[in-house]
């Protein structure tokens, strides 16, 4: 088999996706995307296709990981990461098809007979969070994600602080004792003021604080953990196992959160997943995104020991017409019972993409990028 070509759709509503074509005329699918940087992304996926990958058989999947990783003298980083990502799951997509199974047996079959999933409620104002929290309550949802805070200075007066305690405290008192409820800090908390927050919420009983501090400043982290047992989180910003070596031998995080987007695609997210394992750490794949990625991060979810969670971007409980309708031929592969997702047993990835739906709507305007925010005196504030 070879690889005889590609194509790349940008697609609403932050979405690249990714199609690699094959001489027997099966097709994989993946999806390369850094949020804000789809045109960057974009060209390093044609860059390495047409300077490597066109022409190479599809099912030597690790050797073209290492190629693609290893054949640059500058590597890693979320663009070239992205980039492997989204090819690498399209790889793995046409080798299961190939074998008609799904990746997951591929990788070693199941470890789990359902995935526990989690969806983000936002976290700005009191009233919003609190009518989600109860939506995603009554879909029957058995955790969420909240954000602490908008921005933040370095330091805080106490205000601040009481300020997002009023907004965990507004959640919980809507779910009661039977939501996990996970507070994602986003990098936006600085260290010194982190040791104040984290405190404040320990009363909580949070499942655990995401990013509780910027990945340029992740050796603060055992710092940190030192100070609660309120249990810690990090990872969508990592790319690779060698961003998460120094993070694992500081020790102080209990759970990881590569995105399978972002961090090398399946191949690479397997094997962080076994180094966290063998550090007593779980995983919480991260995937904000669409559903060629939530697919690929679920084949993952399916196979790995140590998960804890499975982050989802888009509506997948029943519900109106969701993002993921307008790009599958049959959404409901994303079967949600009770707070968890079914493995997806189709062969490949699992989801049946409708391709002229994705071409009709790649010919959209697409310019998104993430907001610039500033403090009070006009300096830059982290989104």
Known sequence: MEITGYELFEVPPRWLFLKLETDTGLVGWGEPIVEGRAQTVRTAVEEILTSYLLGKDPHNIEDHWQAMYRGCFYRGGPVLMSAIAGIDQALWDIKGKHFDIPVYELLGGRTRDRIRVYQWIGGDRVSEIGTEAKQLLEAGYTALKMDASNQLRHLEPPRAITD????????????????????????????????????????????????????????????????????????????????????????????????????GGISELVRLAAMAETHDIAVAPNCPLGPIALAASLQVSTYIPNLLIQDHGFDIYPAPKSAADHYLHDASVFEFTDGYLSPLDGPGLGVNIDESAVRNRSRQDLDWSNPIWRHEDGSIAEW
Request: glycine share 6%.
């Open 164 to 263: 997002i305690v009023d907004r965990v405290r507004h959640v919980r008192s809507v779910v009661g004792d039977e939501m996990d409820v996970v507070v994602d800090f986003r990098g936006r908390i600085s260290k010194s003021l982190a040791k104040r927050v984290i405190t404040a919420l320990e009363p909580f009983d949070t499942l655990f604080v995401e990013e509780p501090v910027l990945p340029e400043n992740l050796e603060y982290i055992p710092e940190l953990a030192g100070r609660t047992d309120v249990p810690l989180a990090t990872g969508e910003r990592l790319y690779s196992r060698w961003d998460f070596k120094p993070l694992f031998k500081r020790g102080g995080i209990d759970v990881i959160q590569p995105d399978v987007s972002h961090a």
